[in-house]
Every structure is written in structure tokens, then in C-alpha cells.
T-cell receptor
């Protein structure tokens, strides 16, 4: 069975510092991988996704993530945090077969950005 | 209106009330979803409709009853709820139900059961 683990329910960084949010998955075959962001009082919106091809994926707002099959990881990074990045971030995985309703979300990591 | 719209944004109901949550998508998608988001828990998939047919029901109690009259509208009918049902209910849509498809979410309906 698939599972998703996001290390750290809360991460705090200073403005301008590197953002690193960790996501590890457990799956018998490499899944499709997603990062979604949820700003206060809003629904989730897609940051980036990996399906096939290049393992380094660039998303919106300067975020990127790298699929590492050997480490079963899909960590999210941004070189320089901005106050507007404060939000909750969700990693999600979907098996390549079986449909989107098999998507499993992680518990989320709340990012705090200090001035 | 664009994207996925959910109404009401906030709902307070007693345990004996009957209410409904509404979701409308303006994206031309053919699949719609209900998720439950509780504090400190991963999103829980409740129901999936594809081409107006329910394709997934994740062991949801019968006090939650979904309805999908057409590909643009999705309802969640609520009756005799429990306080533990208090949560943010998110509607989402996608074009198809392939695992590679992106989910587009509404802003959610915050439900409080007294």
C-alpha cells in the first residue's frame, strides 16, 4: 500500500533563507508525485508535479522539487523564502495505474517565515 | 465565476439539522471529488464522481449523501451529523481520473456541528 510521510509538521525559516520541505513515499512502483500549497482560508493549489522525464521539476513561485527514486523522496525547495510563502504544503502521491482517486496526501507541513 | 466555487463557506448546524454543501466547477472537467480536511490529519477522500457516476465511496457514513446532477455540480447532503464531523470540506475537480491529472480545489466549506 502507498503512504506519504512529510517530516516536520511545522518548519520555520527566516526571510531570504532556504526552504526545504521533506516528503518520502512508500510505493511498490514509482508513483506520480505532487506538491500542493494551501494559503489561509483557501483550497489547495498545485505547486508542481512529477510524472515522467526530468527528475528536477520547477513549479510556481520559485519552488522546485527533485524526484529521487533511490531515496523514495520528493523534497520541495526554494532558494530564498518570502513572507508570502507562509502557508501549508502538502505532498501527494498517486499510483501510475488505478486512477486519480487513489491519490494519497501527506499530513502537511506548515511553513512559517520570520521577518 | 472561474475555477471551483463552494457554498456556503461557513456552516454551523445542530446534530438534528439537515443541510447541504454545494460545489460548482467552471472548468469543463468531468470528474468531481469531496475531501474532508481535519486538523492535523491528511486529507481524506470521501467520494468521487466521474461523468456523473459515483466511482468511489471511501467507507463514508450514510449521514453524508453525495449527489452529482451534472458534470458541473456536486452536492454533499448532511443529516444527523456528529460533532466529530466538524471539519473543512473541500470539493475538487479534474479532467479525467488519471493519476497524472491535477486536482483543482475550491476554497472549502467550514462545517461546525454543535
Amino acid at each position: 500500500a502507498q503512504s506519504v510521510t512529510q517530516l516536520g509538521s511545522h518548519v520555520s525559516v527566516s526571510e531570504g533563507a532556504l526552504v526545504l520541505l521533506r516528503c518520502n513515499y512508500s510505493s511498490s512502483v514509482p508513483p506520480y508525485l505532487f506538491w500542493y500549497v494551501q494559503y489561509p482560508n483557501q483550497g489547495l493549489q498545485l505547486l508542481l508535479k512529477y510524472t515522467t522525464g526530468a527528475t528536477l521539476v520547477k513549479g510556481i513561485n520559485g519552488f522546485e522539487a527533485e524526484f529521487k527514486k533511490s531515496e523514495t523522496s520528493f523534497h520541495l525547495t526554494k532558494p530564498s523564502a518570502h513572507m508570502s510563502d507562509a502557508a501549508e504544503y502538502f505532498c501527494a502521491v498517486t499510483p501510475p495505474t488505478g486512477g486519480g482517486f487513489k491519490t494519497i496526501f501527506g499530513a502537511g507541513t506548515r511553513l512559517f517565515v520570520k521577518a | 465565476e472561474t475555477g471551483v466555487t463552494q457554498t456556503p463557506r461557513h456552516l454551523v448546524m445542530g446534530m438534528t439539522n439537515k443541510k447541504s454543501l454545494k460545489c460548482e466547477q467552471h472548468l469543463g472537467h468531468n470528474a468531481m471529488y469531496w475531501y474532508k480536511q481535519s486538523a492535523k490529519k491528511p486529507l481524506e477522500l470521501m467520494f468521487v464522481y466521474s461523468l456523473e457516476e459515483r466511482v468511489e465511496n471511501n467507507s463514508v457514513p450514510s449521514r453524508f449523501s453525495p449527489e452529482c446532477p451534472n458534470s458541473s455540480h456536486l452536492f454533499l447532503h448532511l443529516h444527523t451529523l456528529q460533532p466529530e464531523d466538524s471539519a473543512l470540506y473541500l470539493c475538487a475537480s479534474s479532467q479525467g481520473t488519471s493519476g497524472a491529472n491535477v486536482l483543482t480545489f475550491g476554497a472549502g466549506s467550514r462545517l461546525t456541528v454543535l
